[in-house]
């Protein structure tokens, strides 16, 4: 009897081990993440800081956005728009974030200036240059504009020469230093879209200018 028993008694504690098994509580499956809402809109500033305005509308009433992380829904199209309220980033980017990465990084723009009647960069200016080389590099860019202005002082056609003259020399410290002259786009405008408008004949610093935007 005792050897009987003793064969039996590893079946029996396997029995026991998978019973205790069996009853331990299942933890419950975890909850779905939660889904995003549709039909959202945000009105996010330009990468210099400038906030405009959108209107988000439908047959049911509309809402205009005009604050930077502004949001409104559009839950239905028997619904108007809601109410608009402040988004957090963190809610923009888990929203927005696939979208926003897509996006190509914005512009960066520089302004030079130049002495009165003259091609010769101001001091201040001209230590910019390392850095447009530099964006340019860093982003491998082969679409950089190069705008040459003047101020009123001349007549037209000695404005334009002398801004187109500025866009060259400029477009100039740029090859020298290596920066492939196919991938600038060299133009002026004179004394047309002056940065501070004057009256003709005014001695504008600000407006003897080269404008240059790496994409």
Do not use: W
């Amino acid at each position: 009897m005792t050897a009987r028993y003793l064969k039996l008694l590893p079946l029996v504690v396997a029995f026991l081990v998978q019973g205790c098994a069996a009853r331990r509580p299942v933890p419950p499956p975890a909850a779905p993440p939660a889904k995003e809402p549709d039909n959202v809109f945000v009105l996010l500033a330009d990468a210099d800081g400038h906030v405009g305005r959108i209107t988000v509308s439908n047959s049911k009433g509309s809402k205009e956005l005009n604050q930077a992380m502004a949001a409104t829904q559009v839950a239905g199209a028997d619904q108007a728009p809601s109410v608009p309220a402040q988004m957090d980033q963190s809610q923009i980017t888990r929203i927005f974030g696939e979208a926003l990465s897509a996006q190509p990084s914005p512009p960066v723009r520089y302004t030079l200036y130049f002495d009165s009647n003259s091609a010769q960069l101001t001091a201040d200016s001209l230590k910019q240059i390392p850095d447009v080389i530099r964006t340019i590099r860093e982003r491998k860019s082969n679409d950089v504009s190069v705008v040459g202005h003047c101020d009123t002082t001349g007549n037209s056609e000695f404005n334009y020469k002398l801004s187109r003259t500025r866009a060259e020399a400029v477009s100039k410290l740029l090859v020298d230093a290596g920066i492939d002259l196919s991938s600038l786009e060299i133009t002026s405008h004179g004394k047309d879209n002056p940065l501070i408008p004057t009256g003709d004949g005014v001695a504008e610093p600000r407006n003897r200018r080269v404008e240059i935007t790496v994409r």
